[in-house]
């Protein structure tokens, strides 16, 4: 089949990779404009169209999926299907419309559950054990589109949502492939989704990321997991924010919720339930270090607490 691929994140890499070698033909790429990054502001490719330019593939980048021109390029590459991985943006029909056999996306989660823009994130913040991929085909509503096929991945106990994402990238390419091949040789047909289990995944916010202390020590951990490395778990400090790496439940003695404990080589902090010990903390301004570096540099006063 001609396709044209849609992306524009790392996580799309794979997938992109995994299209351009296989036995289909890559006509073109559909990613995000060039956008500004770092303290500079410095307007930059993504990560999609700069894999796409080396590997020789036009690239088409839309400031809107309703660009008009965006549809006269599509319709002039005229692709069978358009696989599409993290692109960032809604379709309209009109787009939807162009390929034959539609626009096929690659969505990390077990659909129904998780339809969104963060199903990796929402996973871990529920405790899911067991998620995964699922290819379907776009519709105008959002993640409701027929499946065609899936893969299933156990969550580690201490994985972050980065983590979990770059396995999901790698194994959901394969499952990619194999779903375009199936599309070509008829072997494939998709299925309506069941309407039950049918969860949502919005983005998650810097706000969202905020470490309740008075929730339970399970809950702490995975939501300071699903907020690694983006939007970043946090908390305050004296009025000031506290970047948060993973932490890890242990069995000590019971600590008020947000008390710190700073022991010789560790430091634990309080919540609903047990205490968690901290990992990596990244004060204002500074850089990202250990807990126990920062709380000896810090000159904590005994009776300081975390949170709001």
């Not at 710190?260 to 990596?280: F, I, N, R, W």
Request: some cysteine; overall charge negative; aromatic content about 4%.
């Amino acid at each position: 089949m001609r396709l044209v691929f849609a992306g524009t994140p790392d996580v799309a890499l794979p997938s992109l990779e995994a299209v351009a070698s296989s036995r289909h033909e890559l006509v073109g790429v559909v990613t995000r404009p060039d956008a500004p990054v770092g303290r500079g502001r410095r307007l930059t490719p993504s990560p999609v169209a700069v894999r796409a330019e080396e590997l020789g593939v036009p690239v088409l980048k839309p400031v809107s999926a309703r660009d008009p021109g965006l549809l006269e390029e599509l319709t002039a590459l005229a692709p069978d299907c358009c696989p599409v991985v993290a692109y960032g943006a809604l379709l309209p029909a009109t787009l939807l419309a162009v390929p034959p056999h539609g626009w096929v996306n690659l969505h990390f989660s077990l659909l129904p559950a998780w339809r969104g823009a963060a199903p990796v994130q929402h996973a871990l913040w529920a405790g899911d054990e067991v998620t995964g991929a699922t290819t379907f085909r776009i519709v105008e509503e959002l993640d409701a589109g027929p499946t065609y096929g899936v893969m299933t991945q156990q969550v580690a106990p201490d994985e972050t949502a980065g983590r979990l994402l770059e396995r999901l990238a790698v194994g959901g390419a394969e499952l990619l492939v194999r779903t375009l091949d199936g599309i070509d040789d008829g072997s494939l047909e998709a299925r309506e989704q069941p309407s039950e289990g049918v969860t949502l995944a919005p983005k998650i916010t810097v706000a969202d990321a905020e470490v309740d202390w008075r929730q339970p020590a399970v809950a702490v951990d995975r939501r300071i997991r699903a907020c690694t490395p983006a939007p970043g778990a946090w908390t305050t400090l004296g009025g000031e924010r506290l970047k948060l790496g993973p932490v890890r439940p242990v069995g000590r003695a019971r600590l008020e919720p947000g008390e710190l404990e700073v022991a010789k080589s560790a430091v634990y902090v309080g919540t609903g339930t047990g205490p968690v010990q901290l990992g990596l903390v990244r004060p204002h301004g500074r850089k990202e270090m250990d807990a126990a570096s920062w709380a000896r540099g810090a000159r904590l006063p005994d009776d300081v607490r975390l949170g709001r």
